[in-house]
């Protein structure tokens, strides 16, 4: 028997960091949500009892460093399952790229297995179990447009944001997430105002988004990598109406309404960056049928 699952990026529209816990974990609060730029997660019952991960990208991991792996393996350990699953990941999603590809190929996974295993969990209880494989596992489970919280656990779902087009930009480099909390100046840094941004996709107000786009992580990035900071250049002198790099980068998105001004940014960064992506936002949460 085998289920093919979605596993749609996020970006976060508004990233802040509060302070460090005592667990070493930093508190955050985030306004995130789903684009339509999605790695297709198919499982495939075995009957022997073990986890076997396949990837045609060779910066997927196939063993147990593999987030998808991780979900498999804490459902069978925790509900004692004895049948085994092929997972196989077709990776659209740049990998290490501040959109959360991994966590929700994690999440499609534990949606996927809770429907192939029989094990009638609830979306709630999908998004605890993946609070422990990772920091957005959870809001990865649920999917749509939330606030999360604490560590990017807890979750309350918002209305989706108004229609527009993402153009996204990746660099090929690796951006260490580690390194950027560690030299990130909490007392000195410009934070993002996360409950304009709450109010002004209440308000279903495009212009008052992107007014709002901000990520406390962001400047420490441009300083390690500039050439995250000349794309995001690049993307406004090409018309986009907000631009701001996603998570710990080093992925860069632009915003746009207008299907002409995405397709001038579109192709004005092809020639600039190795992986260019124009998709639109999604704003409806997973759903377990």
Not at 256 to 261: E, I
Request: include cysteine.
């Amino acid at each position: 028997m085998k289920l093919l699952v979605k596993a749609p990026a996020k970006i976060n529209l508004a990233l802040d960091v509060l302070h460090k816990r005592p667990d070493g974990f930093h508190e955050v609060e985030m306004i995130m949500t789903t684009i339509d730029l999605a790695d297709r997660v198919e499982l495939e019952l075995l009957h022997e009892d073990k986890i076997h991960i396949l990837s045609h990208n060779r910066y997927v991991p196939d063993d147990q460093r593999n987030l998808a792996f991780q979900a498999a393996q804490l459902l069978k350990d925790r509900f004692h399952v004895k049948q085994g699953v092929k997972i196989s990941i077709e990776k659209t999603i740049p990998v290490a790229a501040g959109l959360a590809g991994g966590s929700s190929d994690a999440a499609a996974t534990l949606r996927g297995l809770n429907k192939l295993w029989n094990l009638g969990l609830s979306m709630d209880e999908l998004a605890e179990l993946g609070s422990e494989i990772g920091s957005d596992v959870s809001f990865c489970v649920y999917g749509g447009t939330a606030l999360a919280k604490g560590r990017g656990e807890i979750i309350t779902q918002i209305p989706a944001p108004p229609t527009c087009w993402v153009i996204l930009a990746k660099p090929f480099i690796g951006v260490s997430t580690a390194e950027v909390y560690r030299r990130l100046n909490i007392v000195e840094t410009v934070h993002p105002n996360i409950a304009g941004m709450i109010e002004a996709i209440n308000a279903h107000d495009y212009q008052e988004v992107c007014v709002n786009v901000g990520n406390v992580l962001e400047e420490v990035t441009l300083n390690l990598h500039p050439e995250v900071a000349l794309i995001k250049e690049q993307m406004k002198r090409f018309g986009a109406d907000a631009v701001l790099m996603s998570g710990s980068g080093p992925t860069v998105f632009g915003i746009v309404q207008h299907d002409s001004r995405m397709h001038r940014i579109y192709n004005g960064l092809r020639g600039f960056c190795d992986q260019v992506f124009a998709v639109r936002m999604l704003g409806e949460r997973h759903s377990l049928d």
